[in-house]
């Protein structure tokens, strides 16, 4: 017997109704998901922690059998691609990034405009790829300013959206 796909929305998370949700998906307190992105749990489920922004046109996909766990005030800019393992907090997928299926993002890493993991790849914390040949670094300085401005986004998008969108609701 096939279980009907279940989608479980915090009462403090906004999620737009104009958007592609496949699969059984948690959605924390605090999570943004804007109008057109995708978010398909075609394998295990997809379980988002708290304050996560997914914006337009961005894709996350979990094809695997686990569970795919995204933390924390992570930033899904638009057209970037999630198709990782796993996902710790306070990450940034730039604009039209992908991070290939397999990959463990750590804690606060940058994955730049246009630029791509390997498959199966386990980014430690703090590590930023950029560059057109997806170089990496690791970041030496503090983050405190941008969770501030993290946070001041999370609040306008809370206040802004649902003026222009429709919210779904848990089903």
Request: hydrophobic share 35%; aromatic share 4%; proline share 2%.
């Amino acid at each position: 017997m096939m279980t009907r796909p279940r989608l479980t929305i915090s009462n403090k998370a906004l999620v737009c109704q104009d958007n592609d949700l496949r699969g059984n998906i948690t959605v924390g307190a605090g999570t943004v998901l804007h109008p057109q992105c995708k978010v398909w749990a075609t394998g295990g489920s997809i379980i988002f922690g708290s304050g996560n922004i997914v914006e337009e046109n961005a894709i996350i996909i979990n094809r695997g059998p686990d569970a795919l766990i995204i933390g924390n005030n992570n930033v899904f800019e638009v057209g970037s691609t999630m198709e990782g393992a796993k996902m710790g907090d306070r990450n940034t997928l730039e604009v039209r990034s992908h991070v290939k299926a397999g990959t463990w993002v750590g804690d606060d890493c940058v994955i730049g405009a246009v630029c791509t993991t390997n498959e199966g790849e386990m980014l430690e914390d703090k590590t930023v790829v950029f560059g057109s040949n997806n170089e990496r670094r690791t970041h030496t300085g503090s983050r405190a300013s941008q969770n501030i401005i993290h946070g001041r986004h999370l609040d306008y998008l809370m206040q802004t959206l649902p003026k222009f969108n429709h919210a779904r609701s848990s089903s």
